[in-house]
């Protein structure tokens, strides 16, 4: 007969592990060890010995605790993490250790000195979650905590978790943010609340029927989840959030309670088969409507249309929130100001301009925080960007910069959108549009609302040859981001599939709304040209062949040769296709070969 002395328990388990272990370790084996010695000695023992904690085991590059107290578990990872960012500050950001920490609460097999189980192994999924320097917790350790801590909590959704039947609902932990408890005494939400902070209330239910509460409330729920997968983004969880339900609500004692900018709130209102959704954006310090958009729809598939309208609301909050942001004056811009203003100058019409100003300001941000993640990959993407829209003063110089920031930014932060978004630029640059679709799949994957990623991968389906994939992805973008400062791009984009695709009608029907949107494109009315000169429309096609000589000023549609030149337009499985219609066209307007 076989006896056992392992026992169960609840515990909070703190789990950490060093960032880039193997690549310390390769570059300095004997200083990383020493250093993180030093880190366990010196830090980390002490402070979960201060918080009633035991070190269950400690790894070549990881620590497991545990605690009887959730909120001291909690408190010990915040410390740890605020005093390690001030470890070592004479070596390279390189060289220095950080940590991911998850914590969670969950039943344990405790034998011996050791502990084991789902509790366990869920510590240690979150910690992998985590950012570096950051601390990922479950759902069951934020319900347990409630308001009883000074920090900001960031709702990142249910996430599914290797090994775990259930997914499991994670919150980032935000030092130095700002919890309900924490702020009720503060006078000004503009000066306490972190930027980008923002709170979904959940949205009223003004149908007849009461069981339509369920969908306004997955509203809210699915708004919550899109807005805190936006980088930077704070958000209110909606455990909080849902306090609010059926109370009147003053926006601004809501920004000082919950020590955030702006507020969210919405309804819901179903007659018959048709719904229709509403939704504003205020700011919490002034109380002013920043943004309102109403939502039409049919029940036949409310998943869906819950969905969509869901994606649409945080694409569209996405760009006035950083334009709301980088249009506050700061008397003392720090680098999230600089990010804020470079995001804003990138998210206009592209011109040389603009592409340079987006440069320099990710320049600052840089320069200020050398650390920064979102710099190095909103810098790597101006970079890349400006060379693939032939804007770029020396085209080499900056893809070599991209590049190095793009591998620097993926060593640290594997899962950074921005960077794959970046790769995918400078891969789609270098005419290997095959390599850059699953760089820009990729970025979707952990940003699915990025439009500009969306278009990004119909572009290079297009290039790769995949023409009938195109289409459908570029519709999604225009959906999803009806109003996007480049939606112009967009159809032209739609308007060249038909048009190589010899459907001249279509083409001119989406090259035409393209015009409208912005006459001051040269590409537009290049593509009209040949549209309408295949179509028979001479008088038209001379006059889009004027005005596209008018605005490029260049040269580019002086002849058939200069405008074989453009990178688009030489790739070789759309080549054959734009000779036999594209260029076709522009013979037909009269164009010379050189």
């Known amino acids: 007969m076989v006896t056992t002395t392992a026992t169960r328990r609840l515990a909070a388990i703190l789990a950490a592990d060093v960032v880039g272990y193997s690549r310390l370790m390769g570059a300095d084996e004997e200083g990383t060890h020493e250093r993180f010695k030093g880190h366990l000695v010196e830090l980390i023992d002490p402070k979960i010995r201060e918080y009633h904690g035991r070190i269950v085991k400690t790894t070549g590059d990881g620590v497991l605790a545990e605690f009887a ?204 088969n048709q719904i229709r959704i509403n939704a504003q954006l205020i700011d919490a310090e002034s109380d002013t409507h920043l943004w309102a958009e109403r939502f039409d729809g049919d029940t036949s598939d409310l998943f869906a249309l819950q969905d969509e309208v869901t994606r649409r609301i945080a694409i569209a909050l996405d760009l006035e929130l950083v334009g709301a942001e980088a249009s506050r004056s700061s008397t003392h811009p720090d680098a999230l100001d600089y990010i804020l203003r470079g995001r804003a100058a990138f998210s206009k019409p592209p011109s040389r301009a603009l592409r340079s100003e987006a440069v320099k300001l990710f320049e600052r941000a840089l320069a200020l925080d050398q650390a920064s993640v979102e710099a190095q990959g909103w810098l790597a993407i101006a970079l890349a960007a400006r060379v693939l829209d032939e804007m770029a003063d020396s085209p080499s110089e900056d893809m070599v910069r991209a590049e190095r920031l793009v591998e620097r930014v993926l060593l640290v932060a594997p899962r950074n959108p921005c960077a794959h978004y970046a790769r995918g630029h400078l891969l789609r640059t270098l005419g290997r549009p095959e390599e850059a679709i699953p760089q820009y799949e990729t970025a979707l994957a952990y940003n699915r609302n990025w439009v500009f990623a969306i278009f990004a991968l119909g572009h290079c389906k297009f290039l790769a040859g995949s023409v009938e994939e195109t289409i459908p992805l570029i519709e999604k973008a225009i959906r999803l981001s009806p109003r996007d400062p480049s939606i112009d791009i967009w159809y032209i984009q739609i308007g060249a599939v038909h048009l190589v695709q010899s459907r001249t009608d279509e083409a001119i029907l989406w090259l035409e709304k393209a015009r409208g949107t912005n006459p001051a494109a040269p590409l537009t009315h290049g593509y009209l040209t040949s549209a309408y000169a295949l179509k028979g429309e001479m008088e038209r096609a001379a006059s889009a062949l004027a005005e596209a000589r008018r605005l490029s000023g260049d040269g580019t549609y002086s002849n058939i040769a200069r405008l074989n030149a453009v990178r688009y337009f030489g790739v070789p499985k759309v080549h054959v296709l734009y000779e036999a219609t594209y260029f076709a066209g522009l013979r037909k307007a009269g164009m010379r070969e050189e």
């Open 69 to 272: 107290s959730v909120v001291d578990a909690v408190r010990c990872a915040a410390e740890i993490q605020r005093e390690m960012a001030d470890r070592d500050p004479d070596l390279a950001e390189e060289r220095r250790i950080r940590f991911r920490i998850g914590v969670n609460l969950g039943d344990v097999i405790v034998d011996g000195d050791d502990i084991y189980g789902d509790g366990v192994n869920i510590a240690a999924r979150l910690q992998a979650s985590a950012a570096p320097g950051n601390i990922c917790i479950s759902g069951t350790v934020r319900d347990h905590v409630g308001d009883r801590l000074p920090y900001a909590f960031e709702d990142m959704g249910e996430q599914s978790v290797k090994n775990i039947a259930r997914p499991v609902r994670v919150y980032a932990l935000h030092l130095g943010g700002h919890s309900r408890l924490a702020d009720t005494t503060s006078s000004s939400p503009s000066s306490a609340a972190p930027r980008l902070s923002i709170v979904v209330l959940p949205f009223a239910n003004l149908s007849n029927d009461p069981e339509q509460q369920y969908f306004a409330d997955g509203i809210t729920e699915d708004l919550t989840t899109d807005l805190s997968r936006l980088a930077g983004m704070l958000v209110i969880s909606r455990n909080t959030a849902f306090t609010y339900r059926n109370k009147s609500t003053d926006t601004k004692q809501i920004g000082r309670d919950l020590g955030v900018r702006y507020v969210l709130e919405g309804s819901v209102r179903r007659s018959g």
